[in-house]
């Protein structure tokens, strides 16, 4: 019995933390961002809707191509009531290069422990890196949808259309 017992305990212990799914709350942080400021959360609660677009890792081609979409067509996104971010485990000296290089006039979050990633179940396995995942987060601070289905070359249009799929409101 003590033997079933530990060998429960070791599969709970190595068990991947579970992704989030839409409902959940979405875990509280407080990012350092390649504008110099720091962002936290709760920041939006019962503001606007926040999207984090993780990326795996800055100057890396499939992250170039999505932040230059969010960069040339921010508009897009800019007519939601809708805070947006890119996010990785990057340092943020690293992400404030990469958002000058290209042009992005939205902040880059940085994450160099990964625990905000692993928290938003995005951190890969063994590596401090997050998967390329888009996570949409309402007015509540719960999650609306989690996408893992990107297309860097048109990560803004495919957000915009998937905030007018959730409904969120559209800044008059």
């Known amino acids: 019995m003590r033997k079933l017992l530990l060998s429960f305990t070791f599969m709970l212990l190595a068990a991947p933390v579970l992704a989030l799914q839409p409902g959940d709350e979405a875990p509280a942080f407080t990012l350092a961002a390649s504008d110099g400021k720091s962002y936290s959360l709760s920041d939006f609660n019962g503001k606007?809707?926040?999207?984090?677009?993780?990326?795996?890792k800055a100057f890396t081609k499939g992250c170039t191509i999505e932040c230059k979409s969010l960069a040339e067509n921010g508009h897009l996104i800019r007519a939601y009531d809708v805070a947006y971010f890119m996010a990785s485990t990057d340092e943020v000296e690293d992400n404030t290069k990469f958002a000058a290089e290209q042009k992005a006039d939205f902040p880059l979050l940085s994450d160099p422990t990964g625990e905000v990633a692993k928290a938003y179940g995005v951190k890969m396995p063994?590596?401090?890196?997050?998967?390329?995942?888009?996570?949409y987060i309402g007015k509540d601070g719960k999650v609306l949808k989690v996408d893992s289905d990107i297309k860097p070359a048109t990560s803004a249009e495919d957000m915009a259309k998937t905030l007018e799929e959730l409904g969120i409101a559209k800044k008059s």
Do not use: D, G
Request: charged share 10%.
């Open 126 to 135: 063994v590596l401090n890196m997050a998967k390329r995942v888009t996570i």
């Open 48 to 56: 606007q809707a926040v999207v984090i677009a993780w990326y795996p």
